[in-house]
């Protein structure tokens, strides 16, 4: 087989993969003339080039996280889905608990919803999150130290890291730029890596809020696995198929009605 005829054959399967989202190795076997061995091989080519994902029988589309306009202007975004969302994850906050409330604009809905709460404390490296409990009389607002990355309002370095690692919390509640059922919890900004995987560290319970156009998807870099994950809280628009893969996982599944 010629390395043209081999190549236009890899493109054939791509686009196939793109349309249904799957193939199967003895559908392609059968629609290209070719030996499962030789679409095997073909797929391994594929997923070593991190277009898509072998499974048993066949192969899914790996799907790249696009990249992330600033916070700002995310926080005006899908706003029925984050708010509902952000509702549902403080609903899971009790009186009395102590929290790390991480960055992104999905958080800044959960602290909206935290207002009310009583004898409440929140960490948190995100300027946004501090501005929406900064009148809350029931909540005690921490403010971790570090170096602000601009478009996210957030506090990143060595700083923010060695003040997570001195503190221990009830739940953690993050968002997360890309969860893969697979690859794992994964980021676009390496940077921001290290602090992530600190905060991680500061308690078992993970709670991680993250809409539809989250899931399913692969960033650059390697956070943390997704069995890590305690708590999705997600919105109805997730693929039910996705949110029974994560189940099998033992992630609890909260999905936010609007």
Known sequence: MSVSLKTARQQQILQAIRNDRQVTVARLSERFS?????VRRDLSE????GTLRRVHGGAVLVEQAASEPPVVQRLHEHE?????????????????DTLFLGSGST???????LTDHKDLTVITNALTVAYELALAGGVTVVVTGGVMRISELSLIGHLTEAAVRELHVDKVIIGMRAISSVEGMTHDYLPEVMTDRAILQMAENLVVVADHTKLGKVGP?????????RTLVTDSVADGKY??????????????KC
């Open 34 to 38: 070719v030996s499962e061995v030789t």
């Open 46 to 49: 594929l997923e070593e080039a």
């Open 80 to 96: 029925a889905l984050k708010n509902a969302i952000g509702r549902a994850a403080a609903a899971l906050v009790r009186d009395g």
């Open 107 to 113: 958080t800044a809905y959960v602290a909206r919803y």
């Open 221 to 229: 870099v390697f956070v943390a696995p997704t069995e890590r994950i």
């Open 243 to 256: 949110l029974d893969e994560l189940k099998a996982l033992g992630i609890q599944i909260v999905v936010a």
